[in-house]
């Protein structure tokens, strides 16, 4: 287990190389089509392993996420670059095209998300008050980590660790009760697919909208991607890394100006440079969007966003230690309460409104699963349709910093009410 004597491996070079190659084996196991590896796969999420694989080696000691700086590299350099290059490619255009309600149901799953937090956590916190802290650390800081992941993704995850400062070893917590609540609801949701009419009939709902989707996204399939040149590769760091300065140029005047002339804004983070960073860089990509900018996206913005943001994953997950994961079960409890909530807010809507039960999955997973899962969610009701999935999961990259910060001040609120 991990212990406080200096870990085997002290070389940030090494340490880098390491989490490169683990990444990197990742990936390609994860890419492959050899039998054994599709079955692995579908039990384990990839992105689980880009945690477990570090924090098993800082486990054991082998490196050290507390001696490394590789943790503040990436959450200061590569996170808010990750941040505008996954929101620069939103097509506010194509969303339109999906029609009201599938926006609607999208952003039900994220308020459903934002409620359902702070309602499980009364809850539970209610009945079994030692839920109310990991280890020393209020838990209401790791459960706002998990309102990122199931609002915008890992990169709004990470962005509400850092801005109110869970433990890792909190963190650690967390990671196991998002992966497994959100993934036994993505097996529910995978599973329904087949049989969408059955739930549309209790729905009230009326799924020619979606076949008609289908046939007008049918010959956007393909999609239009450009060879990468040395040349587009450059522009696409420029921008990243630019307003990455830029954003940090300008975290640095705002948050010393509340923290001089409104000190108690401190409690909602106002005077935390990170909080403003991640806040300026979202507003940037959103900003780009508008701009030709977009177009980076056929050379692979995104591409870049998810590298970025996977390597900020693995080091986080050499700050975990795994002997952690297990000291609050009940942890569950809020996670299984919590995503209750939020089908239950979705249902409804979808009701109310009569939507289809492919904008109740893919909404919901667009929140809860982001653009890893969402995709496959809609590829599962029709090969067409992934690029729903893939709209409304960067969307949900838009909504996240801001949906999940709000959330995180609401479980606060619900946490200072119970221990107090």
């Known amino acids: 287990m991990n212990e406080s004597s200096a870990p085997l491996i002290t070389n940030e070079a090494v340490v880098l190389g390491i989490l490169l190659v683990i990444l990197a084996i990742v990936f390609q196991t994860s890419a492959s089509t050899n039998r054994y590896w599709l079955r692995f796969y579908k039990v384990v999420p990839s992105v689980l392993l880009c945690y477990f694989l570090p924090a098993l080696l800082n486990t054991f000691n082998i490196i050290s996420g507390e001696t490394s700086q590789l943790y503040f590299v990436a959450s200061r350099f590569f996170l808010p670059a990750s941040l505008i290059l996954l929101t620069l490619s939103i097509d506010f255009k194509s969303l339109r095209m999906l029609g009201s309600k599938a926006v609607i149901m999208f952003f039900a799953g994220t308020v459903g998300v934002m409620l359902g937090g702070p309602l499980a956590l009364f809850l539970v916190g209610s009945v079994f008050p030692d839920v109310l802290y990991t280890g020393t650390d209020e838990v209401w800081k790791g459960l706002s980590t998990i309102s990122g992941s199931w609002i915008g ?6 962005a509400m660790l850092e801005v109110f400062g ?13 992966v497994l609540v959100a993934n036994v609801w993505m097996g529910f949701l995978l599973y329904w697919s087949q049989k969408p009419e059955k739930i549309d009939k209790l729905l009230g709902a009326d799924s020619r909208p979606i076949r008609e989707l289908e046939e007008r996204l049918e010959g956007l399939q393909a999609g239009k991607r450009m060879i990468p040149t040395a040349t587009s590769t450059m522009i696409v760091l420029g921008v990243a890394f630019g307003f990455t300065g830029f954003s940090h140029f300008f975290a640095d005047i705002i948050a010393p100006y509340f923290a001089e002339n409104y000190p108690a804004l401190d409690a909602y983070s106002i005077t935390s440079g990170f909080f403003w960073l991640v806040i300026i860089a979202t507003t940037a990509g959103l900003a780009l969007s508008f701009t030709k900018a977009r177009e980076l996206e056929s050379y692979g913005a995104s ?12 080091t986080i997950g050499m700050s975990m230690d795994l002997a952690a994961v297990l000291d609050n079960p009940k942890l569950f409890l809020v996670g299984a309460f919590w995503i209750m909530f939020h089908i239950l807010i979705m249902l409804v809507v979808a009701r109310i409104i009569r939507a289809p039960f492919f904008y109740v999955a893919v909404g919901s997973q667009a929140n809860i699963g982001g653009a890893a899962s969402a995709p496959i969610v809609a590829v599962a009701f029709n090969k067409y349709l992934a690029p729903v999935g893939v709209l409304l999961a960067v969307l949900g990259y838009a909504v996240g910093t801001y949906g999940a910060y709000l959330c995180g001040l609401m479980l606060q609120a619900v946490w200072n009410m119970l221990a107090g």
């Open 303 to 314: 591409r870049f966003g998810t590298v970025f943001l996977y390597f900020l994953v693995a």
């Open 153 to 158: 993704g890992g990169a709004n995850q990470a």
């Open 166 to 178: 869970a433990s890792k070893e909190a963190f650690g917590q967390m990671i196991a009760v998002d």
